[in-house]
């Protein structure tokens, strides 16, 4: 043994300082044997093989576990190892490092056998050929890491196929796959299941006016709120977008599916901190039950989808359960939508207009546009059904586009009795308002209608205003830059109407029609509404109270110094020639409603 590690001790120093170092156990009760293997790979050049040697088979299982090798020679021959078996146990102990299994015959069945078993390679002791003993350990450990990395691939490439990259969460593949076996289980145990369907509500208008990094960030944090309500039981996935579906095992009484939706609705609202400020945003959710709902993942998808649509056409930040009547209107929605985009091509929209009376003077003040336009049964559609569709679905670009090129044309002649130019107001939305280009399609109606800038008001909301540093404050800023007036429209019913005043620069107010119906009525809202009034006079901005209907309300506002007022009283909306017939009267609709002078 002393001429052997000599001999090694030479080996050694001949050898480079960079070649890679190979630690081996050698599990070989021969003495002889072990000796003539561990000489045999003392000569190798290309690599150094560190040599361990045991002599039994549970020994060499406590060096697997404590040690840190890269292959194995094992002898099939050991006495406690009953041949096959050593090597299933060797496999067990050492399932990330390579195995080769030596006798000391050339039984070709034997070799078959310890590959079927595990083995990388299979050697025969005293084989004469050196170079062949050295390449087999040598391939072996490649062989190993070459599949070792294989797999780990293969492992990420499954996760990158079943998993949404921006949240870590599943995705649409793996939830099916996952929910396809619970209701498999489900089935056989007489359980039920609970499909949630989940979309932040507006998150558009996050992207549009933050960005996309934010947007992406409060995706992350959705899910992870999401995550912190379920059991470790229940899944979630995100489908794309901001839609994520849910399942809930076992549905049991204290864990239904509406306290769980409710839980996810106020944790989903707490703050979110994006850009240096805290915003809140809401969700809406549906809920499909298996077996009630739907017997596979599609149809019970579908459904819980469905019942989140109606908890938003509900108002949103709420959950709903699905019915099959709700069926109809998705049905009405998908045919909308449909038309909506017929009616793009053929322009196939109208707009109404609706005067603003002065009462001051008695004179038409401006009117405001109206979009109309009939579904494909013919019937009207409402504008707000209308607007939410457009602005789900992207198509407020070219529908707002088209509105405002119409409303200059048509309005660029008219004139009241006095020959002075009457205003023309036009809704836009937050997505429009979030588009940088718009301020261009603004000024592009009005140097092909001729119209002059100041006699086109856009109206805006007040949640459109509130991101200081966002893209719509800017955009806002531009068309101003063109001498296009601003006014806020509902104003009073946000959260923020004085911070929106605080924020820009607007020439008018709209007082919300939820304020003027229930005057002279509730004294609470006639205090509210002459407060506002107070403050806009103050800052020398223009009121105009929306959905006046009676004498008893003109009367209150005028008391409270309100003269520019819009409602049925006065006008219903119109089309461009009846309202060119009215302007030519010499006593127009609208004077009929004018206080006795």
């Not at 060096?63 to 021959?77: I, K």
């Not at 050492?94 to 595990?118: F, N």
């Not at 994006?274 to 459904?303: C, Q």
């Not at 017929?342 to 979009?371: K, N, R, S």
Request: include cysteine.
């Amino acid at each position: 043994m002393t001429q052997l590690m000599s001999a090694t001790a030479i080996a050694d120093a001949a050898r480079p300082a960079a070649i890679p170092r190979i630690p081996v156990l050698l599990v070989e009760d021969e003495a002889d044997d072990a000796k003539w293997i561990e000489a045999i790979l003392s000569q190798a050049r290309e690599v150094h093989f560190d040599i361990t040697h045991v002599e039994g088979l549970e020994q060499g299982l406590r060096a697997l576990r404590d040690g840190d090798f890269q292959c194995v020679l094992l002898d099939l021959s050991l006495e406690e190892g009953e041949g096959l078996n050593a090597l299933a146990r060797a496999r067990v102990a050492a399932a990330t490092v390579p195995i080769i299994a030596m006798t000391s015959q050339d039984d070709e069945v034997l070799a078959l056998e310890a590959l079927r078993y595990g083995a990388q390679d299979y050697l025969v002791k005293r084989d004469p050929e050196p170079r062949l003993v050295h390449r087999t350990v040598r391939h072996a450990v490649e062989r190993h890491r070459i599949l070792a990395d294989l797999a780990q691939a293969r492992r990420q490439e499954h996760y990158l196929a079943t998993h949404d990259s921006l949240t870590g969460l599943p995705n649409r593949l793996a939830y099916e796959e996952q929910l396809r076996r619970t209701l498999a289980y489900s089935s056989r145990s007489n359980k039920e299941v609970g499909v949630l369907f989940l979309d932040v509500d507006r998150f558009k208008n996050i992207n549009d006016t933050l960005g996309h990094p934010a947007g992406d960030q409060l995706l992350r944090t959705v899910a992870e709120r999401i995550r912190g309500v379920l059991r470790s039981s229940d899944m979630v996935a995100r489908l794309g977008g901001d839609e994520f579906v849910l399942m809930l095992q076992d549905v049991k009484r204290e864990h239904d599916p509406g306290r769980v939706c409710q839980k996810l609705i106020e944790a989903i609202s707490a703050p979110c901190a994006l850009e240096g400020s805290d915003y809140r945003v809401t969700a809406s959710i549906g809920i499909a039950l298996y077996p009630r709902d739907g017997l596979d993942p599609e149809t019970l998808v579908r459904n819980a989808d469905t019942a989140m649509y109606h908890a938003k056409s509900e108002g949103l930040n709420r959950f709903s359960h699905y019915s099959e009547a709700m069926n109809s209107v998705v049905s009405r929605r998908l045919e909308l939508e449909n038309g909506l985009r017929g009616a793009i091509e053929e322009e196939g929209f109208g707009l109404a207009y609706q005067p603003q009376i002065d009462l001051e003077t008695g004179t038409l003040y401006g009117v405001e546009a109206l979009l109309r336009w009939r579904g494909p049964d013919r019937t009207t559609v409402a504008t707000p059904e209308l607007i939410a569709i457009a602005e789900e679905t992207g198509l407020i670009h070219p529908i707002g586009e088209w509105v405002m090129r119409t409303a200059c044309n048509e309005g660029a002649a008219w004139n009241d009795p006095r020959g002075r130019g009457v205003k023309i107001g036009v809704n836009v939305s937050t997505r429009q308002l979030a588009d940088p280009s718009f301020a261009l399609v603004v000024a592009r109606a009005l140097r092909d209608s001729a119209l002059p800038p100041d006699r086109l008001e856009l109206e805006i909301t007040e949640s459109s205003v509130l991101q200081e540093r966002g893209i719509t404050l800017t955009t806002v800023r531009r068309i101003q830059d063109l001498g296009v007036r601003i006014a806020i429209d509902d104003f009073g019913t946000g959260y923020s109407a004085l911070s929106a005043l605080k924020h820009l620069s607007v020439d008018t107010i709209k007082l919300d029609r939820s304020f003027v119906s229930e005057i002279p009525k509730r004294s609470a809202d006639m205090t509210i509404t002459a407060g506002l009034i107070g403050i806009a006079r103050e800052l020398g901005v223009a009121v105009v109270a929306e959905g006046v209907e009676n004498r008893a309300q003109r009367d209150v506002l005028l008391e409270r110094g309100c003269t520019r007022m819009q409602g049925y009283l006065f006008a219903r909306p119109s089309s461009a020639a009846e309202l060119e017939t009215q302007l030519s009267r010499g006593i127009p609709t609208w004077a009929r409603a004018l206080p006795a002078s």
